[in-house]
């Protein structure tokens, strides 16, 4: 099946925009047994697109990671602060390698020596829009600590360095419980030496 024709979109609204926006929509789509679905009313929240930056130094075996406050976080009755990948939201006309770029250096005073693009997922598709681009960036981790962000976005942000090992052990003691970080870092796990050889390490 397909969006072209197996969807039909009687309407849309934007229901309410602020930070964020959130859409609401009435529509129907084929089903699997044939026919149409009854029609279904969906809130959509349009969060943007996003790159996601693991920062990876292949001579030392380390990440960098970030910790900030999240309020989504604080909502689901979770500690707000969190310890994530570099990300940032791409902006209408940016390309997702310049935002990359720039989101590293913003967040953790670091410039890429080269990048991997890893590839693009959904957030989580049952209420929300939002894509991220995840890369793997070539950094020396050494160059990277200290307090990082933009003041007027309302960014404070504390870089971490930990190998490649911790890391991984803080994904599965919890420490590291959000999706971005848990994909990144998955993936590194299981395409480490191969990217270490593309790399010349």
Same mark, same amino acid.
């Given at each position: 099946?397909?969006?072209?024709?197996?969807?039909?979109?009687?309407?849309?609204? $934007?229901?309410?925009?602020?930070?964020?926006?959130?859409?609401?929509?009435?529509?129907?789509?084929?089903?699997?047994?044939?026919?149409?679905?009854?029609? %279904?009313?969906?809130?959509?929240? =349009?969060?943007? *697109?996003?790159?996601?930056?693991?920062? &990876?130094? #292949?001579?030392?075996?380390?990440?960098?990671?970030?910790?900030?406050?999240?309020?989504?976080? %604080?909502? +689901?009755?979770?500690? #707000?602060?969190?310890?994530?990948?570099?990300?940032?939201?791409?902006?209408?006309?940016? *390309? #997702?390698?310049?935002?990359?770029?720039?989101? $590293?250096?913003? =967040?953790?005073?670091?410039? #890429?020596? +080269?990048? +991997?693009?890893?590839?693009? &997922? %959904?957030?989580?598709?049952?209420?929300?829009?939002?894509?991220?681009? %995840?890369?793997?960036?070539?950094?020396?981790?050494?160059?990277?600590?200290?307090? *990082?962000?933009?003041?007027?976005?309302?960014?404070?942000?504390?870089? *971490?360095?930990?190998?490649?090992?911790?890391?991984? =052990?803080?994904?599965?003691?919890?420490?590291?419980?959000?999706?971005?970080?848990?994909? +990144?870092?998955?993936?590194?796990?299981? =395409?480490?030496?191969?990217?270490?050889?593309?790399?010349?390490?």
């Amino acid at each position: 099946m397909d969006a072209a024709n197996d969807v039909e979109i009687i309407t849309r609204e $934007t229901v309410f925009k602020g930070y964020f926006q959130v859409d609401r929509y009435r529509l129907r789509h084929r089903t699997f047994k044939g026919g149409w679905s009854a029609e %279904l009313v969906r809130e959509v929240f =349009e969060r943007g *697109h996003a790159v996601v930056v693991l920062l &990876y130094d #292949p001579d030392r075996d380390s990440v960098a990671l970030i910790e900030q406050f999240r309020p989504g976080a %604080l909502a +689901a009755g979770w500690n #707000p602060w969190l310890i994530e990948c570099v990300a940032g939201i791409i902006e209408e006309g940016e *390309h #997702p390698d310049d935002v990359a770029r720039r989101e $590293t250096m913003e =967040e953790a005073g670091a410039e #890429p020596t +080269a990048m +991997a693009h890893v590839g693009d &997922y %959904l957030m989580t598709a049952g209420g929300s829009s939002e894509t991220c681009r %995840l890369y793997c960036a070539r950094v020396d981790s050494r160059t990277i600590s200290g307090l *990082h962000g933009l003041e007027d976005e309302g960014e404070d942000i504390r870089t *971490h360095v930990v190998s490649v090992d911790e890391s991984l =052990e803080m994904v599965r003691d919890g420490r590291i419980n959000n999706a971005m970080a848990v994909v +990144a870092l998955q993936w590194l796990a299981l =395409e480490k030496d191969r990217l270490r050889c593309e790399w010349g390490v």
